[in-house]
């Protein structure tokens, strides 16, 4: 009972890793960006919620809407922020890293200005609320949920970078983009696009972290290292090492968390990821390219 | 086309330069330890009809859900006190700071409302972990600190006034009353910090002592949101009661992940001692209606003094503003220095010291007697339980104020401690 107890905790954990970690494996993964302000646009996502409560009353009508319009909202913030900062920085992902965490702490700042410092708290639908019992197992509603989002969103993702034209300009970019750029692909265009859907993407997982915890200017900076570390480890350029890796770390975390307490769970997942790491420097899978970057 | 290159060059020298600030504040701490015996008192700006007076709060990261009012607090007992001519014929000014959730911070601004502000005292501190950061500056400069929040004991500097509960006012009453309703065995989670270990040592000590049970122990670090695995513990062990030592943002995730695995008030209560009202609402009332809290004032405590508090503070930030014990420890501190100065005739710290035994205040909570030994001051302990609307109503209390015995000396099972 508490192995099947704890393999859904695992389960669902890693949902919640693959959420905030599936927008990074693009934009990190496949554009080489490091963004520190990930997490803000997490937070973005998370206020969107809070907002659509103020406007339509019913909490699971503006759950499902939240999620549609938190991707159009964070999205368009990543957007911004690819055009006015980013565009300037690719091939230079320290700068990136450097701008981005900069551009974290006015967003914290600007939500703390907007929505004021104390925590939001949303009202989660009557049907999230409940838990489904199968004999001694029992699955929190608002866990399954957050379980069907991430897969959806793993579903939607691997849908438009295989089966449609975006999608293979994407890889071709990432694949070799001088190129893909000879070859005619407007890779400015091709960049902004992703940077949408990775930002858009976050902003989906602020949705589903409102479930979960609390809605404050510095949530995101709680959820931005397990996002890296996640697609660190899972391998750049491709999702699936990212999915494999976000599954793994949540039951790994999820057993050692109950069998040793949280501090010595946290320990062992870090060796545990060191270790991987020696083993294969470039992640659980990795991209061959041909280009020199 | 030298921009990039010049900015590359500026980004090093940058750091450089913090590096040399920060070395600098590093070694000016550590010198402190041997010259505080000759280091003067802290000169405090008395010169013309003001004074100021510093507020040192969180008001960014994690801790500012609770800081920010504890600011708000204590700047409606400065407007109070100012209207009605201020302190020694001195209108006081305050001086805010934001302690960031960031301990060395708290340090670094404590010591800058010190000796750039020359500020006659310092009110704020949440976490004890800001606190123990925060003590060294107070005692080498021989500057007044005023914290207002319950901590865990076994602590008493002689530049700091702790206006809030001492484990004796707080946690051990909640411990006597869990243990008065046939609760015996108890499940520990706590925020990884000073404050929940040190507190969970003494719960540990007390449970020995009373014929109760540990059966669980964890601890989640500040702002950390995963608590499913906990929950699944707690739910396996089946405690008759949960002790909760969580803080911040991390209260809010442990509470509607415990309600969603099915545990509630009625099979598994919790009782809290970092939950008042104005935390109730951000996690939301749904989610704690019918859980314990241990303090020593509500918004709902009767009495003149409180009605006056509530309606001041709601006057001046609105009308749905709760207020809590916090809130109020902090609105007293100020009164409580303020009659202080007043019983000394001097801003003078070290007289001001001298004048704090047996100060009384007729504060919201009742009221309260200044301890000039240990600094803390008497308190009725009063356990609550949270209603479906987020007001915490009073189920039980200590009738008369408890004496601070922040190093537990009068029990005997607490012998080990200290």
Redesign the interface.
């Known amino acids: 009972m508490i192995i099947a107890n704890q393999l859904f905790t695992g389960i669902s954990f890693g949902a919640v890793l693959l959420l905030i970690a599936l927008g990074l494996a693009l934009t990190f993964g496949q554009m080489n960006v490091i963004n520190m302000a990930h997490g803000e646009l997490i937070m973005a996502g998370a206020y969107t919620v809070y907002m659509l409560q103020q406007v339509i009353t019913s909490a699971g009508v503006s759950l499902l809407v939240a999620v549609p319009v938190a991707f159009v909202v964070s999205g368009l913030i990543g957007v911004a922020l690819e055009i006015l900062l980013l565009r300037r920085l690719y091939g230079r992902p320290l700068d990136t890293l450097l701008v981005t965490w900069g551009v974290s702490l006015v967003l914290q700042q600007a939500a703390r200005d907007i929505f004021g410092a104390p925590n939001k708290q949303t009202t989660a639908p009557s049907w999230l609320a409940g838990a489904v019992e199968l004999g001694d197992l029992t699955l929190p509603a608002s866990r399954l949920f957050i379980l069907a989002l991430a897969l959806g969103a793993v579903a939607s993702l691997s849908l438009l970078l295989r089966r449609t034209s975006l999608g293979r300009r994407i890889r071709a970019v990432v694949g070799n983009r001088a190129l893909a750029e000879t070859s005619g692909i407007p890779t400015g265009r091709v960049d902004r696009v992703t940077f949408f859907v990775g930002s858009g993407l976050a902003g989906v997982a602020g949705v589903a972290l409102t479930l979960l915890g609390a809605i404050g200017p510095s949530m995101g900076t709680s959820y931005i290292i397990d996002a890296f570390l996640v697609v660190v480890v899972g391998g750049l350029g491709q999702l699936k090492g990212s999915v494999i890796m976000a599954f793994a770390l949540g039951m790994l975390n999820a057993f050692s968390e109950y069998q040793y307490g949280p501090s010595v769970a946290k320990v062992i997942v870090f060796v545990a990821i060191v270790a991987f790491i020696q083993w294969r420097p470039q992640g659980l899978f990795s991209v061959r390219t041909r280009s020199l970057a | 086309m030298f921009t990039p290159s010049r900015r590359h060059a500026l980004?090093p020298a940058t750091l450089l330069a913090a590096a040399v600030v920060l070395a600098g504040c590093g070694s000016k701490v550590s010198s402190s330890g041997t010259s505080a015996a000759s280091a003067p008192a802290a000169s405090i700006d008395t010169a013309g009809d003001t004074v100021k007076v510093g507020l040192l709060n969180s008001?960014?990261?994690?801790m500012?859900?609770s800081e920010?009012?504890v600011k708000n607090s204590l700047l409606l007992a400065v407007d109070e006190i100012n209207a009605s001519g201020g302190v020694l014929g001195k209108k006081l000014t305050p001086v805010s700071e934001d302690g960031a959730?960031d301990w060395p911070t708290f340090a670094e601004k404590a010591g800058k409302l010190i000796s750039v502000d020359k500020v006659a005292a310092v009110f704020g501190g949440w976490t004890s972990a800001s606190r123990k950061q925060m003590l060294p500056v107070f005692e080498k400069n021989k500057a007044l600190l005023f914290y207002p929040v319950q901590y865990e004991g076994l602590e008493a500097s002689p530049y700091i006034f702790y206006s809030g509960a001492t484990t004796n006012q707080q946690i051990i009453p909640g411990l006597d009353y869990l243990k008065s309703q046939g609760k015996k065995t108890l499940y520990l989670v706590g925020s990884?910090y000073v404050f929940p270990r040190t507190a969970n040592k003494e719960i540990k000590a007390y449970a020995a002592a009373n014929g109760m049970t540990i059966v669980g122990?964890?601890?989640?670090?500040l702002?950390?949101?995963?608590f499913?695995?906990?929950v699944?513990?707690v739910?396996?062990a089946k405690p008759d009661a949960v002790f909760n030592t969580l803080n911040g943002?991390s209260n809010?995730?442990f509470w509607?992940?415990y309600?969603?695995?099915?545990l509630t008030a009625d099979t598994t209560p919790v009782i809290s001692v970092s939950i008042a009202e104005?935390e109730a609402?951000?996690?939301?009332p749904?989610y704690l209606a019918g859980q314990l809290t241990a303090w020593n004032y509500y918004m709902t405590t009767p009495g003149a003094a409180n009605e006056k508090f509530v309606k001041a503070y709601q006057a001046k930030y609105g009308a749905d503003k709760p207020t809590s014990d916090p809130m109020e420890a902090a609105y007293v501190s100020m009164y409580l220095w303020k009659a202080m100065v007043e019983k000394a005739g001097s801003f003078d710290v070290e007289k001001v010291k001298a004048a704090a035994e047996g100060i009384t205040f007729d504060a919201p909570e009742g009221t309260v007697t200044v301890d000039g030994t240990n600094h803390h001051i008497s308190k009725t302990a009063r356990i609550g339980k949270i209603g479906t609307d987020g007001t915490i109503t009073e189920v039980w209390n200590s009738g008369q104020p408890i004496k601070p015995d922040p190093f537990l000396k009068t029990y005997p099972w607490a012998a080990s401690l200290s």
Not at chain 2, 223 to 226: A, H, I, S, Y
């Open positions: 980004l008001l960014s990261g994690t500012a859900i920010v009012t959730s990884d122990e964890d601890y989640k670090p702002g950390n949101t995963e499913s695995a906990i699944d513990k739910k396996a943002d809010v995730a509607k992940q309600k969603s695995v099915g104005e609402k951000a996690i939301g749904q």
